[in-house]
């Protein structure tokens, strides 16, 4: 390219499904920015969005196919694992294969895996991490609704006069849309109610902040409904005219004592309930804290339950809405990329169904029942019943729950194929053949996001190496197995294929509706909502009845043992699934640098912890040593760890060691959010912090890494004093080229390395947690600076300590906020975000902000 050249792609992360820009200048410098043309976000990125063009390089991509860790040829690599799946299938049956795929592939993707072994493998035998992300959801749509259909839409959180987030920190998981929600707060004065069992950055100003005992929504909906049906809080006609099943729903609720199931006060509940029943506008959005439960499909139904009763589902600014946590995780719903899902939202355990998608793909078998859902999936290798398995965009190693077990079942399964984009990741490791796939940038198709709007993602760079789509590396492996069928040239074929099949048989039944998809405007797509903008509108559902379901659902207190901990899991504001992407971007670090656990101030007493010390958190299946991170936001007897530090850039950070592989017995998604846990202080001899021009790995017990934009940072302990300091530092600066400076005595070692006069490497090592300005540290990498100085840990006297960073994109530091917010009376967020900088890039760090301004009362920067 010599040109200059303006590309409209999505993003490939969270399932808002931001509209980006991608700028691509003459000399191939590409520069991100929001789509303002896009009806996701009008412009807007979020601090992952803005720096994807910091992921774009060559860095750690797979380049070529590998055959038993050797380079080979497509032709070899194709030919070998047609023939392993060829004969696993001859020998042992359709069943003994599987496909593992992934939320981040692109819907034509998923349409080929999904044809490939539903249609002409014959088995059911395809799951997705998709999974792990809302498969509850899915099943309590189908349950209420006969299909899968999300009935709201972005612009219902701008339009509702209240909002309900259940199990759901939009504010730094789809900070995008919750930006929408804040702007709408300000203009219109929507009452926000935040309901979950960590006081997160969503509900700093909640106007209700619900503290909800973990597992306890049922209980908290169903006495909503109960209350809501006494108050004569009813839509009779809706409910007449386009339900049916409320008195086995109300039955259901029981006598539940909700004050004590839910451990929120009758004060409490009655502000909620009081909110809800005057707010016809009323939406309720919610995300993993809701699905990753053992009876999460009871959850999504017993929220469904009130607004069915209500009537409020099918209107603008109400409606019951399902958050998705990944860039495709709906588009694979749409072709079935679920083990118990047809393609085009037709049901795998209905026989004219089966039928008629057979014969539209003119195939040879077609699956007959459901396949192995994703943690059933790995327990049946584990158990030796698969015998070849192919991992498609994602990272199970690190993402199921039970990693050890995952892992061990990769081990001994006859034969693994990996398709990636990378090689950086702890699966990959167990691959006998590798496959390089195309990245965002390189690849083409489309993604649906939460709202059911179909975007294109674009291609604006060359793949690197040999990488290909993933579409075609599945086309030509089912073609190497001898099937037809799979000669598609372009992914506009196979979108033109599935919008075909979603007009066979029963159409009119289906909402998934695409015939406005024209062939031709594939290139020039616009994103648009499939369906009608508002489903349900006309009171008439997708069951055979035309009616929605009430589901009953009856609250089981969920028992913990005693001793453990619950450990909660979930995401952080600035990082994305397993750091593969994300990794890559220094700035991403900023926000949180190091895996961490959220303890309570009286359990961390209790443990005996105190902040910033390191933890082992065991569960049944393996352990984590991760930092303490005390905070009141989270309640007594529960913890919370992030889910994305792997190997890769942690010591034993796995989230995933700690969870266990119960399954919500509906959907099949895992309850990653309430493994029992122990918790024991991790017994450091000393801990340490060191940065390095150089990328290093300390040779440690613990440690933690993280990229800077010059060299490499890191965390370390270990359970015993060095015999000898300047042995220990020489793993890191062993170069006779560098003069150094040592500063040591009985609690402490330091160290700082130069290079022609530039700061090479600094060590800083400590009987407590070491306490120096990291930031600060960080920027004199690679400069001439006073050893002395740098020595110290901290600017001298008079120099600016901005403190840690809060505002990762504008790099704006704690202190600074605190600084302005204690100098100026009055200070509102607005004032504060303009004169810092600090919320001025992506917005993501605004709830923060706020935070450290309601805080900044009285608070002395000067005495912390
Ligand atoms: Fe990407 Fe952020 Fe938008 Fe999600 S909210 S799609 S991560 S830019």
């Not at 450990?567 to 994300?582: K, P, V």
């Not at 901290?794 to 994109?809: S, T, Y």
């Amino acid at each position: 390219m010599t040109t200059e050249t303006i590309t409209r792609t999505t993003c490939p992360y969270c399932g808002v499904g931001c509209g980006v820009l991608a700028k691509r200048d003459a000399s191939g410098v590409v520069t991100i920015s929001g789509d303002p043309d896009h009806p996701a976000n009008f412009g807007k990125l979020c601090s992952k969005g803005l720096t994807l063009g910091e992921t774009l390089g060559h860095e750690q991509r797979l380049l070529r196919p590998m055959i038993a860790g050797a380079e080979a040829s497509w032709d070899e690599a194709t030919s070998l694992v047609a023939q392993k799946f060829s004969d696993a299938v001859a020998e042992h049956g359709a069943d003994s294969v599987a496909f593992y795929v992934s939320g981040q592939m692109l819907t034509e993707d998923y349409y080929v895996a999904n044809k490939l072994m539903k249609g002409f493998i014959g088995s059911a035998n395809i799951d997705t991490n998709s999974r792990l992300c809302m498969a509850s959801a899915v099943a309590g749509h189908k349950r209420a609704f006969g299909a899968d259909v999300v009935p709201c839409n972005y612009t219902d959180l701008e339009q509702a006069d209240l909002v309900v987030l259940v199990g759901s920190n939009l504010a730094w998981c789809h900070p995008i849309l919750f930006q929408r929600l804040q702007a709408a707060r300000e203009q219109r004065g929507t009452k926000l109610v935040v309901i979950d069992p960590r006081k997160t950055a969503s509900a700093i100003d909640a106007d209700l902040f619900l503290q909800i005992a973990p597992g306890s929504d049922v209980a908290l909906f169903n006495g909503l409904l109960r209350d809501l049906y006494q108050r004569g809080e009813i839509d009779s006609q809706f409910v007449f005219a386009s339900t049916q099943g409320l008195s086995d729903a109300l039955l259901a609720v029981g006598d539940v004592n909700v004050s004590e199931a839910t451990g929120l006060t009758k004060q409490e509940l009655k502000k909620f309930y009081d909110l809800f029943a005057t707010h016809p506008k009323t939406v309720t959005a919610f995300s993993m804290g809701v699905n990753q439960a053992v009876d999460g499909t009871d959850k999504v139904n017993a929220i469904i339950n009130c607004h069915l009763l209500t009537g409020r589902i099918g209107k603008q600014g109400a409606g019951p809405f399902s958050i998705t946590g990944q860039p495709n995780a709906m588009g694979g719903r749409e072709v079935g990329g679920l083990a118990n899902m047809l393609a085009a939202h037709m049901a795998l355990e209905n026989p004219s169904h089966r039928l008629a998608v057979q014969e539209f793909w003119q195939s040879p078998n077609i699956a007959q029942k459901s396949g192995l859902k994703a943690v059933d999936l790995f327990e049946a290798v584990h158990a030796g019943k698969i015998k070849a398995l192919w991992i498609i965009a994602t990272n199970p190693v690190v993402s199921l729950p039970s990693s050890s077990l995952v892992e061990e079942a990769l081990r001994t399964c006859p034969f693994v194929v990996v398709s990636d984009v990378t090689g950086n990741t702890e699966t990959v490791g167990f691959a006998d053949v590798l496959l390089p796939a195309m990245g965002w940038g390189e690849k083409d198709g489309t993604v649906t996001n939460s709202e059911r709007r179909i975007s294109r993602q674009r291609q604006f760079v060359k793949p690197v190496g040999n990488a290909r789509a993933d579409w075609r590396i599945l086309c030509d492996v089912a073609k190497a197995m001898g099937f037809a069928g799979f000669n598609f040239d372009t992914p506009a074929e196979i979108f033109a294929e599935h919008v075909a099949l979603t007009q066979v048989l029963d159409r009119e039944k289906r909402p998934l509706n695409l015939s406005h998809y024209n062939d031709a405007e594939y290139e020039t797509l616009l994103p648009a909502q499939w369906g009608s903008e508002r489903p349900f509108a006309d009171g008439r559902f997708a069951t055979e009845s035309g009616k929605a379901n009430f589901v009953a659902t009856t609250f089981n207190k969920q028992q913990s043992a005693d001793n453990y901990f619950t450990l909660n899991t979930g995401r952080i504001r600035d990082q994305w699934h397993t750091m593969t992407r994300t990794g890559l971007v220094p700035k991403l670090f900023n926000h949180r640098a190091e895996p961490y656990l959220e303890i309570s101030p009286q359990d961390a007493k209790q443990v005996g912890l105190q902040d910033a010390e390191l933890v082992r958190v065991t569960g049944e299946n393996g352990q984590s040593v991760v930092r303490v991170l005390v905070t009141p936001s989270i309640s007594n007897n529960q913890v919370f760890q992030a889910m994305h530090w792997s190997g890769a850039f942690a010591s034993h950070a796995k989230v995933n060691l700690s969870t266990i592989s119960i399954v919500d017995p509906v959907s099949g998604q895992p309850a990653l959010k309430s493994a029992g846990v122990k918790l024991a202080r991790f017994e450091a001899a000393w801990y340490g912090f060191g940065i390095s021009v150089g990328k290093l790995k300390p040779a440690t017990d613990y440690w933690a890494l993280r990229p800077l934009h010059v060299g490499s940072a890191f965390e370390c302990a270990d359970l015993k004093i060095p015999d000898d300091w300047s042995v220990f530092i020489s793993q890191f600066v062993d170069d006779e080229n560098l003069s150094s400076m040592v500063s040591t005595d009985k609690t402490q070692f330091r160290c700082v390395s130069f290079k022609n006069n530039l700061l090479e490497f600094a060590f800083f090592a400590s009987s407590n947690p070491v306490e120096v300005n990291r930031h600060w540290l960080q920027q004199l990498l690679g400069a001439e600076v006073n050893p002395v100085q740098v020595l110290a840990g901290k600017p001298a006297i008079g120099q600016a300590d901005i403190g840690p960073i809060v505002c990762a994109c504008n790099s704006v530091g704690r202190n600074q906020i605190l600084n302005f917010a204690k100098s100026f009376a009055g200070a509102t967020l607005q004032t504060v975000c303009e004169n810092t900088g600090a919320g001025m890039g992506c917005g993501s760090c605004r709830p923060e902000v706020q935070k450290l301004i309601n805080d900044s009362v009285g608070f002395s920067v000067a005495a912390e």
